[in-house]
């Protein structure tokens, strides 16, 4: 006993009318390609928005460091000082520093006031002093890595006012942003562009007043 299973092929409707059939297939044709640019544009569009949005959270978040030198006289006793100052929207992690005078690189306050202004560091005498490196710092904040008082030695007290204008001095600063985003300036050239890098690399002597390279021989 055989069974005959009659079988039916679906096929698109047709009007029977030529032209209007091609125009409802070129009408869907159209739709489709409509269709498929809008959802390009719309992903592109949003690509956009997250990039604008990118942008804007680091701009949120750019630090800028600046050099800040000077004296000051408060009760009677005149201090010059050395010191840097953020003046960006976002901290800024000090990754390392360098203090140049007269093209050599010093690793400590005393060595630095030795070379430039006779400062006898067997002397014991008096100055503050601060390390620079290996620290955050705030928007709007600043840090003094040192000062000395006109009293403690006035002739290097002199020679240290007419250093810190001086073109010989150099001070040489890496740092980042909270997203690692990072730059390194001269801060003594008093730059609004600082040269992005990709990671801070330490030089070979930094200005770090001794202490790191007791930590980490």
Same mark, same amino acid.
């Given at each position: ?23 409802? +297939? ?23 928005? @997250? ?6 959270? @680091? @701009? ?18 005149? =201090? ?6 953020? +003046? ?20 400590? !306050? ?28 705030? @928007? ?45 300036? !001269? ?16 030089? =070979? ?13």
């Amino acid at each position: 006993m055989s069974l005959d299973i009659e079988t039916h092929e679906s096929h698109a409707h047709k009007t029977g009318h030529k032209w209007i059939d091609m125009a409802v +297939a070129f009408s869907a044709l159209f739709i489709s390609v409509v269709s498929l640019g809008i959802a390009i544009m719309h992903g592109r569009t949003m690509e956009r928005m @997250a990039e604008a949005n990118a942008h804007l959270v @680091a @701009a949120n978040s750019w630090p800028l460091l600046g050099f800040s030198s000077g004296w000051v006289t408060a009760d009677g006793v005149t =201090k010059v000082h050395m010191g840097v100052g953020n +003046a960006g929207v976002g901290p800024a992690k000090i990754e390392s520093a360098e203090l140049v005078w007269k093209g050599v690189s010093y690793r400590s !306050d005393p060595d630095f006031l030795k070379a430039c202004c006779g400062f006898d560091p067997a002397s014991r005498t008096p100055y503050d002093s601060t390390i620079l490196s290996n620290q955050v710092l705030r @928007a709007g904040d600043s840090i003094r890595f040192l000062e000395f008082a006109q009293p403690s030695n006035p002739t290097v007290f002199a020679a240290l006012k007419q250093a810190i204008v001086s073109r010989d001095l150099q001070l040489n600063v890496c740092y980042c942003s909270i997203f690692d985003e990072c730059w390194k300036s !001269d801060l003594t050239m008093l730059s609004l562009r600082p040269e992005p890098v990709q990671a801070c690399v330490q030089p =070979k002597v930094p200005f770090d007043q001794g202490l790191l390279s007791r930590l980490n021989p």
